[in-house]
């Protein structure tokens, strides 16, 4: 647990085409954390939009981000246009280097692995991904939420308000990420046992995997490149 009289820097990656839940769900959660600051930062100040078309605005450019205490990324569809900018993974590999935690949620792992910094990690991501961890070194556990030192990684789209509730105890104790829990009633009972590969039903399942076979298919190939120019063997 940090310091309570310990200020923390939050930021969080926007970038067009995000899936918005994996960035505001945790907002909900990192920015009701005691004597912090939390702030979104884009590769420009620029609107974006998410994957289904929801107007986001960044606070500030990665170039304005002082040194990041906690670094939160999101993944989304649009991950896949920046796993080969150098701009944007270059910030990820310094601010990670400075940060105290860093928190991946769904395919902002595989961000996170294109910079490099996913090697020897215990890692997770969206299920439609999973299979990708390893092109980038990582060890991959098929849980919702998988701590590994500092970082945190949520597995795909909600499990980030999961995540950053644990990360939220890692960095001001239980008892002040119970109240951020109550504060957002957070109790879900899903009307369906339908969140998972495991237990959606088969059918329902094929036409998941179907519908993003084609941004799969494109995952996998940046996946390979990646994995050469890291030098892991897959």
């Not at 929801?54 to 920046?82: K, M, S, W």
Request: overall charge neutral; hydrophobic content about 45%; some cysteine.
């Amino acid at each position: 647990m940090i310091p309570p009289d310990k200020h923390l820097e939050i930021g969080s990656l926007l970038f067009e085409g995000v899936d918005q839940i994996d960035l505001t769900g945790p907002f909900e959660v990192l920015s009701r954390i005691p004597n912090s600051t939390y702030r979104i930062y884009g590769k420009t100040a620029e609107p974006v939009r998410d994957v289904r078309g929801l107007r986001l605005t960044p606070d500030a450019a990665i170039g304005e981000a002082p040194q990041l205490d906690v670094l939160h990324v999101p993944g989304g569809f649009g991950q896949e246009d920046l796993m080969e900018d150098e701009a944007v993974l270059r910030w990820l590999r310094h601010q990670a280097a400075g940060a105290r935690s860093v928190f991946s949620v769904c395919t902002g792992a595989l961000l996170c692995g294109a910079a490099g910094l996913l090697r020897g990690r215990r890692a997770t991501t969206h299920w439609a991904s999973f299979d990708l961890l390893p092109y980038f070194g990582a060890i991959p556990i098929n849980e919702r939420v998988v701590v590994d030192g500092t970082w945190v990684f949520a597995a795909g789209v909600t499990a980030g308000i999961d995540g950053a509730l644990r990360l939220a105890a890692e960095l001001r104790g239980e008892d002040a990420a119970k109240a951020i829990q109550l504060y957002m009633a957070y109790a879900p009972e899903p009307p369906f046992d339908s969140g998972t590969p495991e237990r959606a039903p088969p059918t329902i399942l094929e036409q998941a995997r179907a519908s993003v076979a084609g941004i799969t298919k494109r995952r996998e190939a940046t996946a390979r490149r990646a994995a050469a120019k890291l030098g892991v063997k897959s």
